[in-house]
C-alpha cells in the first residue's frame, strides 16, 4: 500500500453558512466567526484540529458576511508558505455562474479548481462551525487501509440531538450502508437505546470521487448538499463508504478523556458548550500542552481583581468561571461565566451563567443570569436581565431554553433594585 504523506491532502473547511439557528450571534457575522471560550472563535477548532494533526495545506471557503471571519484567519493563521503550508480563505467568486453558494456540495463545485491545482491524494472536506478535538491521522489511516471512496466521521448522539444532522446505518467493518440527512425519526444504534449514529460533517474524499460525484450533482436539480445529495447519490451507485468510529477516539496528552464534539447551532447548545468549559473537569481541556488550541492573541494586560471589602459586600471576584485578559473585576461577584477579554465588572454586581464577550461593561448592582451579552454591549447600573424571562422577551432575544442574548448595540434600560443592597 501506498504509504500517504500529510502534504499530499488538501483540505478545505466550509465556513460559508449563515447559521440561522444561532441568531442574534450571527446577526453580524458568519457562524464559524461566532466567539466562542473567552479567546477563540468556532472556526479556531477545525484549524487546530488541522494544524496540530499536520496537515497544513487547507482552504477555508467563506461566504456570508465573511469580513470578520477572514480578517481573523488572516491575522491568526500565517503558516510557512515558502514550504507549502498556507491556510487561505476563499471568499466566493460566482466562478460556475451567476449565483453564491447553494449548498455545501456547491461550495466545494465552485472551487473545484483548487483541487486541481493541488493535485492531492486526498481531499479532507471539515465543516468550520463545531466545537472539538480532533486527531486526524487515525481517520485517515482508517480510510486509506479501508480502501475506500469517502470516509465520514461519526459518534453516537441521542436521538433527539440526531434529528438536527445526518445519520448513519452501518453494516460489518463499519461499511455504511445508509444515510439520511436530518430524519423525523432517527434510526438508533442496535444494542445503544436511545442514541443514533451521527455524522460530524468531516470527510476524507478520493479525489477523482469527489470531483465526479460533485460535477454529475451540479446537472441535478438537488439541494446540492453533502448530506442531503452527494453521500446518498454515492451509496446508491455502490461506492465503499466507511464510518470512522470517533468515540474511540483520543488526542495526545489526552488518552484518557471521552471525546467531545458539540454542533454549536443553536444559542441553548453554544451556552451548554460555553459552560462545559468551566466545570471542575472540562469534557473539552483547553489546557492540554500536547493539543494546544491557539487563536489571536491580543497585546493586553492581565485580569486584574480589585476590592475586599466584605463589610460592604464590595469584593472583586470570580468562582468556576474563564476570564480573559485585560478585564477588570471591580468589586463585582461573578460565578460559573465566561468573560473575553477587556471586560469591566463594576462594584456590587451579580453575574452568574453568563458569556460577555469583548468590551462589555456591567454597571454597579447590575445583576445577570444566564445571558450572553455580545461585543461591546454596556449593561447600566442597577439593571436586571434573566430574572424575568416575561419581561425579558419584551425587550431582547431569549432562547427556548431562557438564555437571554444582547446582541451589539443592544440598548439595556435601567433597571429598579428589587433587593436590598449594602449602599
Not at 269 to 281: G, K, Q, R
Request: charged share 25%.
Amino acid at each position: 500500500m501506498k504509504i500517504l504523506k500529510r502534504r499530499d491532502v488538501l483540505s478545505i473547511v466550509l465556513a460559508g453558512g449563515m447559521g440561522e439557528r444561532l441568531f442574534p450571534l450571527t446577526r453580524d457575522r458568519a457562524k464559524p466567526a461566532v466567539p466562542f471560550g473567552g479567546r477563540y472563535r468556532i472556526i479556531d477548532f477545525v484549524l487546530n484540529n488541522l494544524i496540530n494533526s499536520g496537515f497544513t495545506k487547507v482552504k477555508v471557503l467563506t461566504q456570508f458576511k465573511s469580513n470578520s471571519l477572514i480578517e481573523h484567519i488572516i491575522r491568526t493563521w500565517r503558516l510557512t508558505s515558502d514550504i507549502g503550508q498556507f491556510v487561505d480563505p476563499v471568499p466566493a467568486q460566482m466562478r460556475r455562474g451567476p449565483h453564491w453558494f447553494r449548498g455545501t456540495a456547491d461550495a466545494v463545485y465552485q472551487n473545484l479548481d483548487l483541487i486541481f491545482d493541488e493535485e492531492p491524494e486526498e481531499v479532507l472536506v471539515f465543516g468550520g462551525d463545531h466545537i472539538y478535538v480532533m486527531e486526524i491521522n487515525p481517520m485517515l489511516s482508517y480510510h486509506g487501509e479501508g480502501g475506500h471512496d469517502l470516509t465520514i466521521a461519526a459518534i453516537p448522539v441521542p436521538v433527539a440531538e440526531a434529528t438536527r444532522l445526518g445519520v448513519l446505518e452501518i453494516g460489518e467493518n463499519n461499511r455504511v450502508v445508509g444515510f439520511e440527512e436530518k430524519p423525523k425519526a432517527p434510526r438508533e444504534i442496535p444494542g445503544m437505546p436511545g442514541f443514533a449514529l451521527a455524522s460530524m460533517g468531516n470527510y476524507i474524499f478520493k479525489p477523482k470521487v469527489l470531483r465526479n460525484a460533485l460535477e454529475h450533482d451540479a446537472l441535478q436539480d438537488t439541494t446540492h448538499d453533502f448530506g442531503k445529495t452527494i453521500i446518498p447519490t454515492l451509496l446508491a451507485g455502490g461506492a465503499r463508504i466507511g464510518a470512522y468510529d470517533f468515540a474511540s477516539h483520543s488526542v495526545p496528552g489526552a488518552e484518557e478523556q471521552a471525546p467531545y464534539w458539540r454542533d454549536v447551532g443553536t444559542v441553548d447548545s453554544y451556552w451548554e458548550a460555553s459552560m462545559d468549559l468551566i466545570s471542575v473537569t472540562p469534557p473539552l481541556n483547553l489546557y492540554n500542552p500536547r493539543w494546544p488550541v491557539k487563536s489571536h492573541t491580543p497585546q493586553l494586560p492581565p485580569a486584574k481583581f480589585v476590592f475586599a471589602d466584605a463589610a460592604s459586600q464590595r469584593i472583586g471576584l470570580a468562582t468556576d468561571s474563564m476570564v480573559a485578559s485585560g478585564c477588570i473585576i471591580s468589586g463585582g461577584n461573578i460565578h460559573r461565566s465566561i468573560l473575553f477579554s477587556r471586560v469591566r465588572v463594576n462594584s456590587f454586581s451579580h453575574i452568574e451563567e453568563c458569556v460577555l464577550m469583548d468590551g462589555v461593561e456591567v454597571g454597579r448592582y447590575a445583576r445577570l443570569k444566564k445571558v450572553i451579552a455580545d461585543k461591546g454591549v454596556h449593561i447600566p447600573p442597577k439593571a436586571e436581565i434573566g430574572f424575568d424571562l416575561e419581561e425579558d422577551r419584551r425587550r431582547f432575544h431569549v432562547s427556548e431554553g431562557g438564555v437571554v442574548v444582547l446582541p451589539k448595540g443592544t440598548v439595556v434600560p435601567e433597571s429598579p433594585v428589587r433587593v436590598a443592597l449594602s449602599s
